[in-house]
């Protein structure tokens, strides 16, 4: 069978630091690119006889996050420890939720959102090679800074079929995350970090497959190239009649190598129970109306709004996931009767502007919103034909400037009345007698050599349907 | 007129402040005293002694007075060695203070030594420290009692005028009974946690151990108090007085016959119903009251407190401080086995194990939510208790001190010596233990518990019983 | 009550290490606490709410603001094994 003879099954957990000053329960600050174990406190070493103390703040973001993915917010807040040993785990256990997360059951972007939790991040360990110390051994360094920063991490349902929805999806996410001002979601910096839980099974089958986990996909084009090496590589062992084990997984972008992550040492019983050194936290109706006030606009309320104006669902949808566009069609939205062209604004934007920029962003153009509303309003006029208007448009990325004033200095403007054309199509019908013959016999097809030499003639100042028009009246059609 | 070293350090430490207040004693003259014997002490009961004074001791003019504090080894010092009886974390040092030891030196006491305890407060005999047993003052052949007996031990050989402990099950109250000395454990939340190595964290309380009740209200006094550092402390309701009562009138005793019948020695009970026989002739009424659900007590407690300790003590795996042993195969895993098998001594040991299992997967409803469920009704049998008295009393432990090694053999032997003190601790109330006589010629303790943040009830109560008995706690000081 | 191989799964997740020969003693000593500890089984607890902590606390949380941090000098100064930047520790992987 091939890949597509299975029906692919995706859910996804999502490690989102969140954008506080300090950790998750230590007031230490924290941010990316430090000097080693220069952002650490005694919390963070986890030194005997000290106590967490939740950050308020990323409570408030953990709120807003369940908002954003229309989730229950639950009325209290408890943390449990879940132990197990590791170096880059101070105190032999991490902070997490277990059976009360913050967030409960919600749905975004037409995933269903399983929870979202809050808890600690783990410290950054350094493999260094052999150390002098003991003979013939690998040693590790460990730096602390990262240890304790306040992360959510967002579980989504199984609803998700393929790689590409999933990085879509991703993206969506990120978009909104950071619209929200909770995290800066840089994958780089491992703001953003993603596992997916993948299992496929052949189409129609009743019960779902063997789910393994991708662990920590740092860029979206490596969990959709990840998802796709290992639906593969279950594909395979599926197709040579063998069984997927359920394990954990790393996906290696370079050598596209799938390996196990399985530790023999670890019997993983992680021994959850309700952190002692905290009490729960009461949610108050306070506390979620403050995170309600602070939500901004959302990429789907957006896409929603552009549509309402007429912007077609493609072109709303790139505007709002790409916010410098959306914000540049609302500028340009407030000039003077643009309103009545939002649909063409926001195609000029979407597809001749972004073609014009390439791999460069909207800094690198110098077109004014207004100018673009002018010049799509001068083309519904008009006062030029649409390949006059994309010339323009290369002018203003390039110099900017007013859209009118262009036409006029480089002669692009529309030739109107048919006494100017008249005699230019009669010679270009004089010029290609055999064309005239087969349009005389009711022939269209060969129209295209005339509008081909009027607009050679006129420098593509003509518009085809008016030559079409003039040339039947002039062949008594 | 001048008090003498000698009588000075017979006196309790609100005596001593007010001698050194009024000019008749040189706060810096008792601070060297109690720092040479601290430093000659044959109890085995310091673990650190400070090798000077400070240049400047604390004014007198300071609530304290500037007046010696000994600290059990578990409160975090900084630059002070702070290894919690354990061989793991021998000279470690802490870059921060507790805070309910920094606020007391705010209030001018002056740390001139950290004492001896059971290993990260896992025992009721002072047997299980790395840095050897402690020896009981009043006849050194036994035990302090645990976990603080380093504190108890000190205080009553005159070798600190007070000191420090905590309590879990017992770890403050039982040590002062052994010691003839008074005892307080707070209410849970009290007394700030920060800094404290920690044995369980939902039971832990710092509490003082002291000569008269009216030093345990005068350290209390200072040291409680709501700490933004430790989101379960809450401090006290209402500010501690030194109390000044010498009747009962009104007050109604309780006392359970769960803690004070069966298991209790027969001069331990002589001793109590004497006490209580003074506290009806203070005006008390002493009726009988049942608990019944404290039986139950002890198992949930040996379910709950190894559970979070396993869970404490994970953080002891040789990687950012403490003592650590590298595995012949270099591997990570077995430098984490080595460091902790060889560093936690057998009790310590014994613990993690009955708590890891506790709480792992398959027994965690069975053990660690059930203990949680009968904590829930022992709480609730307080609450019933309170509706009909004002305090509940019992002996404070059912024998006086036993002979060094009596029961180190047998862990449940010594896990059941706690059953008068455990039920407190499950409920966070503050309980007390005074001193009541002695029982052949070893002191015996009287426990008060009221309920929750009724201090001052309770050190009433017991300074009042205290006057009538008139138990000498120089006693042991020679 | 525990057995010899649970008393080995145990100690295997709490990073101890039992000689052969203490593992039957620990198996036996476990069970002897843990069969007075199973007499809460004959409570009847149907209904009965957990109790985690005693004393009813409001649980104030951090404002999120920032305390200075240890120097890192101070930080790795008690660790038993670093480089001037970190805390050594043998590979996961080795
Ligand atoms: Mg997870
Ligand atoms: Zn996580």
Known sequence: ?477 | MPTSLTDAIKLDATGQIAAIQSGDLDARELFEAYRQRAASDAHNSFTWVAGEAPAELPGADTPLAGLPLAVKDLFCTEGIPSQSGSKLLEGYLPPYTATSVQKLTDAGSTIHGKTNQDEFAMGSSNENSAYGAVLNPWDTSRVPGGSSGGSAAAVAAGHAPWALGTDTGGSIRQPAAFCGLVGLKPTYGSVSRFGMIAFASSLDQAGPITRSVADAALLLKYMEGKDARDMTSIGLREPVEVPTRTDLKGLRIGVPSELSGEGIEDGVRASFEAALEQAKALGATVTEIHLPNAPHALSAYYVLAPAEASSNLSRFDGVRYGNRLEAEDGSLIGMYTRTRTEGFGPEVKRRIMLGTYALSAGFYDAYYGRAQQVRTKIVEDFATAFESVDVIASPTAPSVAFELGAKSSDPLAMYLNDFCTIPMSLAGIPAISIPSGLADGLPVGLQLAGPAFSENLILGAAHALEQAIGFDTAGAIR | MIDAKQVLHVARLARLELAAEDVQPMADELSSILGHIEQMAALNLDGVEPTSHVVPVEGKLRADVAEPPLSREVALSQAPRHTDTGFLVPSPQA
């Open chain 1, 1 to 477: 069978m091939s890949v597509d003879d299975y029906e692919i099954t995706i859910g996804l957990e999502i490690h989102v630091q969140l954008a506080t000053k300090t950790k998750m329960f230590s007031p230490i600050e924290t941010y990316f690119g430090a000097e080693p174990n220069t952002l650490v406190g005694p919390v963070d070493l986890g030194l005997p006889g000290t106590l967490p103390v939740p950050n308020a703040q990323a409570i408030h973001y953990g709120i807003m996050l369940g908002l954003a993915f229309n989730c229950e917010i639950a009325d209290r807040l408890v943390f449990h420890r879940k132990n197990y040993f590791y170096p880059d785990l101070p105190k032999g256990y991490q902070i997490s939720q277990f059976d009360e997360p913050l967030c409960g059951p919600g749905n975004f972007g037409g995933v269903r959102v399983h929870r979202v939790h809050l808890e600690e991040d783990a410290a950054k360990l350094t493999h260094a090679g052999a150390s002098g110390r003991i003979q013939g051994s690998e040693s590790s360094v460990v730096d602390f800074n990262r240890g304790g920063t306040a992360l959510a991490e967002i579980v989504t349902e199984p609803d998700i079929h393929s790689a590409e929805q999933a990085s879509e999806w991703l993206r969506l996410l990120r978009t909104t995350v950071r619209q929200l001002g909770v995290s800066d979601v840089n994958m780089e910096e491992g703001s953003l970090r993603c596992d997916a839980n993948i299992s496929i099974a052949p189409k129609g089958a009743t019960e779902l497959g063997a789910k393994t986990e991708l662990k920590n996909m740092n860029s979206f084009r490596f969990i959709e190239r990840g998802i796709r090496a290992e639906v593969a590589r279950q594909a395979a062992i599926l197709d040579a009649g063998g069984t997927v084990e359920q394990e954990t997984l790393h996906f290696d972008p370079r050598t596209e190598a799938i390996t196990s992550m399985r530790s023999k040492e670890d019997a993983h019983d992680y021994r959850y129970f309700p952190e002692p050194d905290m009490v729960p936290v009461v949610v108050t109706a306070e506390m979620v109306d403050k995170a309600k006030a602070a939500m901004p606009e959302l990429p789907h309320e957006r896409e929603e709004r552009f549509i309402a104006l007429g912007v077609e669902q493609g072109a709303a949808r790139q505007m709002s996931w790409q916010p410098e566009l959306g914000d540049l069609f609302e500028e340009a939205l407030k000039t003077d009767g643009a309103p009545a062209n939002a649909k063409a604004v926001a195609a000029l934007i979407t597809n001749e502007l972004v073609a014009r920029l390439g791999d460069g962003d909207l800094s690198d153009s110098k077109a004014t919103p207004a100018s673009l509303a002018q010049l799509v309003a001068l083309t519904a006029d008009g006062k030029v034909s649409s390949s006059g208007a994309r010339t323009v448009l290369d002018k203003l990325v390039e110099g900017g400037g007013d859209p009118a004033a262009i036409i006029e200095s480089e002669g692009l403007g529309a030739i109107g009345g048919g006494d100017e054309l008249t005699p230019i199509i009669q010679a270009a019908l004089d010029a290609n007698p055999d064309v005239a013959e087969k349009l005389k016999g009711g022939d269209m097809k060969p129209i295209g050599v005339i509008i081909g030499a009027v607009m050679k003639e006129t420098r593509g100042r003509a518009d085809g349907k008016e030559v079409t028009k003039i040339a039947r009246g002039l062949l008594g059609l």
